[in-house]
């Protein structure tokens, strides 16, 4: 037994010993100053005839302590408001408060990047990177978004993630995590373990990965995602792409947009307007439920975008949804904002 | 009610793991061996640094970014942790983004 704890200790002394010298900001004017960021946005939606109106604001504020170690955290404070009775009536509802993460990174180098604290589970593409207000194409989420990150999106607990391959082809990322139950108050977590790891291949600009979790709360399932991304050289595209697969249900996403920079009038303009579609799908298995749907869905989107600047966004979006006897249509229209405001200077 | 083990998914899993270690550890050797034009280019930080933004950030971030620039460290740190960069593509960053 001790010499197995001696191995491992060995093992990650000897790969976190490589740079973790001062970071080499030499020649440039980057500074690590406290910085509070996120993003603003302002929702009006009409789904299956019900109009609702969702204010959102999530700050996210980020701490360094030298060049290698940072606080960050995410909290997001959702209006949630609709008609008193369905589609007539006054407004009414609630704010809900939810912090997506309250996490401490070591930076050590390009291999090891531990994590502790709560950290929003690293399953498949959208819910680390795809998720937030003002990068989100489409403000509906995907209807299996649930698999892989019940209950609460994120876990609490140790996280290692980091570069495994780097080469001037391609890179090896991967992410590993166990979370333990958490009852506290907006810390809320399952028990789970799992990891992703996706190949990103330079040249190409394509990206391949898969996630895996297995929950081990009192119900024990494994979820398993495979996901690619895909922006074409030389073309405004982006296309990325998803299955999930869980006990309660599979299915699948697949979205694409683009800059209308290529239209050749009022180049100005449509150089700032965005198209996007998504098609999903999804399939119940075993009776569906813990958050995915209990029939089959499928669901088609379409969207258009403007970017008055590099911070306001316009969106508006249309999809139509085919449920089992019951199709409907999705309505998006609102705008999101973007800040990122440094709080205090840098000393020199 | 006990549910029993997903027996489907848990060889799917494995089949998914599995697959990926073989690249890991077949395929990408193999390719990191051949010479490629890329190896060959010599490009300042701050070239490479566009390359970076190109290949990762503007994945989700359109292009150009207003990033103060006493913030820029703070900003390319917490997106390290969360696009899982390398630390090379930290420092041209950097040189690019806040020169």
């Known amino acids: 037994m001790k010499t197995k704890t001696l191995f491992v200790c060995c093992v990650l002394l000897s790969v976190l010993r490589g740079d973790a010298q001062d970071s080499d900001t030499t020649g440039t004017h980057a500074g690590y100053v406290p910085v509070a960021s996120g993003s603003l946005g302002y929702v009006y939606s009409v789904d299956g005839g019900i109009p609702t109106i969702e204010p959102q604001i999530n700050p996210v504020l980020l701490i360094p302590f030298g060049s290698h170690v940072l606080f960050e955290s995410r909290t997001e404070f959702t209006g949630f408001f609709e008609r008193r009775k369905g589609s007539s009536g006054d407004y009414t509802g609630k704010v809900y408060k939810t912090v997506d993460y309250v996490q401490l990174d070591w930076l050590a180098n390009t291999h090891v990047i531990p994590v502790a604290g709560r950290y929003l589970l690293p399953f498949g593409l959208y819910a680390e990177r795809l998720d937030p207000l003002w990068i989100a194409n489409l403000q509906d989420i995907p209807i299996d978004f649930s698999i892989g990150t019940r209950t609460s999106g994120a876990g609490v607990g140790p996280q290692l993630r980091g570069v495994a391959v780097e080469t001037p082809i391609f890179n090896v990322q991967y992410s590993a995590y166990y979370s333990v139950h958490n009852n506290v108050t907006q810390l809320q977590s399952s028990r789970t373990a799992g990891g992703d790891a996706s190949a990103y291949f330079k040249d190409l600009h394509v990206e391949i990965g898969s996630s895996y979790q297995r929950f081990l709360d009192k119900r024990q399932v494994n979820n398993a995602a495979v996901y690619l991304a895909w922006q074409p050289l030389h073309t405004p595209l982006d296309i990325k792409a998803e299955f999930d697969h869980s006990y309660t249900g599979k299915g699948y996403w697949i979205e694409g947009c683009s800059m209308l920079s290529s239209v050749p009038v009022a180049t100005n303009f449509f150089r700032r307007m965005q198209l996007v579609g998504r098609d999903e799908q999804f399939f119940p298995l075993n009776g569906g439920g813990n958050g995915l749907p209990t029939v089959g869905v499928r669901r088609g989107e379409g969207g258009l975008n403007y970017y008055i600047g590099d911070d306001w966004r316009l969106i508006s979006s249309y999809g139509r949804q085919f449920n089992s006897g019951h199709n409907f249509n999705l309505w998006d229209l609102g705008f999101t904002y973007r800040f990122v405001w440094p709080i205090g200077r840098e000393k020199k | ?99």
């Open chain 2, 1 to 99: 009610m006990q549910i029993p083990r997903n027996k489907p998914g848990a060889a799917l899993c494995t089949a998914i793991l599995a697959s990926f270690l073989w690249i890991a550890s077949v395929i990408a050797p193999l390719i990191a061996q051949q010479p490629s034009q890329k190896q060959k280019e010599i490009l300042t930080p701050e070239q490479r640094g566009e390359r970076v933004f190109a290949n990762n950030c503007a994945r989700c971030h359109r292009p150009p970014m207003t990033i103060p620039p006493q913030a820029t460290g703070t900003i390319i740190m917490h997106m390290r942790v969360r696009a899982r960069l390398s630390r090379q593509e930290e420092q041209d960053l950097l040189r690019y983004l806040a020169p």
